[in-house]
């Protein structure tokens, strides 16, 4: 019941494209689900995080869509650039005794052409 | 600001020896978080601290790795003795107490 689900495991697109990165867990006391970016040789950084009373957030090139009723969510890049070739984690978390606690997805390879 | 810091950032070692990371994490966060994350998988939450108490271990192998972090400020993480599936990144991370936390580097870990 604590694991996030994640896919595709690796996606390819060209400069320009709109890569989806898909999410899915069980725990319905998760309320915090952020995606965080990892470059080789660095820990992964926060990029945009959402919380269950909203279906969807925009920061910049980067949205999360989210459907509670379905127990998903997702990442969309608009316009990606090759310097988004990372590494993304999904995750999740619940309040409470567990405050903080982030139960990660098994992560997207992305790589984005010139 | 400072980021996390950790130390060292590459160690090889044989099997059934110890090793230890070192983890500064930013000035003033009260929370510290060790995680392990073995290639191709997400981070896995080991220990998690507040101040200088323990929040949550549940996931840690007690049998053989260890953490402290005296003065509620650096921490430390100990494997005796290290197994092969030790081998992967030691990530350290903090948080001021809102849910953003913010990642080192890490360690990454080879047991040979």
């Known amino acids: 019941q604590q694991q996030v689900k994640q896919s595709p495991q690796s996606l390819i697109v060209q400069k320009g494209g709109i890569p989806i990165i898909n999410c899915a867990y069980e725990?319905?006391?998760?309320?915090?689900f952020p995606w965080y970016q990892q470059f080789p040789g660095k820990g992964p950084a926060l990029l945009i995080a959402?919380?269950?009373?909203?279906s969807e957030k925009k920061e910049g090139r980067f949205t999360i869509s989210f459907n509670k009723s379905a127990k998903q969510f997702s990442l969309h890049i608009m316009d990606s650039q090759p310097g988004d070739s990372a590494t993304y984690f999904c995750a999740a978390s619940r309040g409470g005794t567990s405050y903080g606690k982030l139960t990660f997805g098994q992560g997207t390879i992305l790589t984005v052409h010139p | 600001e400072a980021g996390v810091a950790q130390s060292p950032r590459y160690k090889i070692i044989e099997k059934r020896q110890s090793v230890a990371f070192w983890c500064n994490p930013i000035?003033?966060?009260?929370?510290l978080y060790w995680y392990q994350q073995i290639l191709g998988q997400g981070p896995k939450l080991l220990i998690q601290?507040?101040?200088?108490?323990?929040?949550?271990d549940s996931q840690l192998p007690k049998d053989r790795f260890s953490a402290e972090r005296l003065k509620g400020v650096d921490s430390t993480l100990k494997i005796q003795p290290a197994k092969l599936e030790d081998s992967a990144v030691y990530l350290c991370?903090?948080?001021?107490?809102?849910?953003?936390?913010?990642f080192g580097p890490g360690t990454r870990l080879t047991v040979l």
């Open positions: 000035s003033g966060h009260a929370t």
């Open positions: 991370a903090s948080s001021f107490g809102g849910d953003e936390q913010f």
């Open positions: 601290f507040q101040n200088n108490g323990v929040v949550d």
């Open positions: 959402i919380r269950p009373d909203v």
């Open positions: 725990n319905t006391a998760f309320d915090y």
